[in-house]
C-alpha cells in the first residue's frame, strides 16, 4: 500500500506542519507498526491523549462562552454528545482521514464500529499534534472549524440528553437491567441540605452523586456512572 501524501491533507485543512512526523503519527495506529517495524513511526496513542484533553478545553470554552444561560448541567450534556465517537467519526470521514489512515491489513479491511473508533481517536491524536506542533489556538480553530458546527445539529437532535436518561438507556441496552437511585445521606440546615445517593444496576454500586436536590444528586451520579463504565457515546 503506497505512502498517503501527507502534504495533500495540509492543503485540505490549511495548515503546514513544522514537523511532518508529527502529522504522519497522528495517523500512525498501533497494528501498522506490527506490519511495518522499519517504518520508523510511532503509533498515534499519546497524541491522542493529549488531543483529548486540548478537545475538551476548547468546546468547553466554545460552549461557556456561547451558552451563557445553560446551566453546568446542560453545557455538560452538550459537549459530551459533542465528542463522544460517533459525532467525531463523522467529522472525520467527512475530512477525508480515511483516506490518510496508517493501518494494518486486517484493521483496513474493517469499516464497522471498529473503524468509527480508529476515526474518532486520530481525529483527536490531530487535535494532539496541532497543539505540539502549532499551538492552542491552531488546534482551538481546527475544532472550530470542524467539529463547533455540530453543536445546533447535536441540540436539535436531541442527542444532548440528560446524563440518567442516557445511563438508563445504555444500562438497560448492556445489562437488561433498569438503573436504580437509592438516597445515601443527607446534611446540612434544612434551606440548604446537601443530598447524596447512590446509583446501581442491581445489587452493584455505580456511582455517588452530591447535590442541592436529589434530582441534581441523582444527575451527577448518572455523569458519573457514565464515565466509570466508559458509556460516552
Known sequence: MPQPDFHIFEKTVGITFRNLKLLEQAFTHRSYLNENLRSGLNHNERLEFLG?????????????RHYPDKTEGDLTAYR?????????????????????????????????????AILANTFESLIGAFYLD??????????????????????????????????????????????????????????DKTFT????????????????????AEQVAAREGLKRRGWTE
Open 52 to 64: 483529548d484533553a486540548v478537545l475538551e478545553l476548547a468546546t468547553t470554552d466554545y460552549l461557556y
Open 197 to 216: 445517593v447512590g446509583l446501581y444496576i442491581g445489587k452493584e454500586l455505580m456511582a455517588t452523586g452530591s447535590g442541592h436536590s436529589k434530582q441534581e
Open 134 to 191: 502549532q499551538g492552542f489556538e491552531v488546534a482551538q480553530g481546527f475544532i472550530n472549524k470542524y467539529l463547533i458546527p455540530r453543536v445546533g445539529q447535536v441540540i436539535a437532535e436531541r442527542r444532548s440528553q440528560d446524563a440518567k436518561s442516557f445511563f438508563q438507556e445504555r444500562a438497560q441496552a448492556e445489562t437488561d437491567i433498569t438503573p436504580a437511585y437509592e438516597l445515601l445521606r443527607e446534611s446540612g440546615p434544612d434551606h
Open 80 to 116: 459530551a454528545a459533542l465528542v463522544n465517537t460517533v459525532t467525531i467519526a463523522q467529522v472525520a470521514a467527512d475530512i477525508g482521514l480515511n483516506d490518510y489512515l496508517l493501518l494494518s491489513r486486517g484493521e483496513a479491511k474493517d469499516i464497522g464500529r471498529a473503524r468509527q
